[in-house]
């Protein structure tokens, strides 16, 4: 009877620890997908927290309108992002191929690829990330040596969404996939709770 019941056991928490495997593994192909960028921690066995390298750069991105090329531009001056796993909307993950050179609009020719990979990601309807935003001019404006959060103005700030980018777009888009796999996993295991 000891023995049955040690198996049944075992077998009822081998899904568990299985997800709990799978999301640990996950969450170590986003950091080493995303370690030219800045870092990733895990903060418990769900949340991670992102710290891009700072300055955030500018993103441009060109569009077709009209016949005429638009430019559209973001800038995420984000010291850190905590990211519950469950709550990233994982459809909504995507990836667009940015110009991050101040002179890319002088340059620009019609079907020019851009030179970053940025990654996209947005919450559930409802749910947003805390971050910790800062100033980018002030940032860009400081002098060498060691500096305090508030001499560039770090502040909390929520958001619904985020970029992220990627020098690589090979690395970007495995950070991706890791990222998406890690998302249904975090779910799957708090169900299991």
Known sequence: MKKFLLLL???????????????ASSVQAMTAAYSESGSIVALD????????????????????????TAWSYYAFPLASITVPLAIVDETLIGQDVVFTDPDAIKSYKAGAVGDTTMVIIAGVPGKQ??????????????????????DYGESPDDTEAFGLTF?????????????????ILARAQMAAR
Request: with cysteine; net charge positive.
């Open 45 to 68: 066995a769900t949340t991670i927290l992102i710290q891009p390298k700072m300055p955030a750069p500018v993103c441009a991105v060109p569009r077709q309108t009209g016949g005429k």
């Open 9 to 23: 056991l075992g077998v009822s928490f081998a899904p568990a620890c299985g997800v709990a495997q799978d999301l």
């Open 167 to 183: 020098a690589d777009r090979a690395e970007a888009q495995r950070f991706a996939a890791a990222l998406k796999a890690a998302v």
């Open 129 to 150: 990330f805390h971050t910790m935003a800062y100033n980018r001019d002030k940032f860009l404006h400081l002098g060498p040596g060691p500096h305090s959060a508030s």
